[in-house]
């Protein structure tokens, strides 16, 4: 906030069948290397259900993004 930085992160997250990050690529800067860092941080922690009731679960690719913007 002090340095007043703000922007997008664009991330890939490879999730495993119980909806947990596994590996997470950057796919484009906010320009700013720490909040970049924050983002892959956070998203380590991200979970996610599956929708698709009946199928057997499976490795996923999703896109995920992270905004910081000041107020």
Known sequence: ????QQGGVELMLL????GKTQ???LSRSS???LLDAAALKHAR???????A???APSMS???GTVT????
């Open 1 to 4: 906030m002090r340095e007043a």
């Open 15 to 18: 999730l495993d069948a119980q």
């Open 23 to 25: 590996a997470i690529i």
């Open 31 to 33: 320009g700013y290397p």
């Open 45 to 51: 922690d991200w979970r996610y259900e599956r929708e």
């Open 53 to 55: 009731a009946g199928k």
């Open 61 to 63: 690719l999703i896109r």
């Open 68 to 71: 910081f913007k000041l107020d």
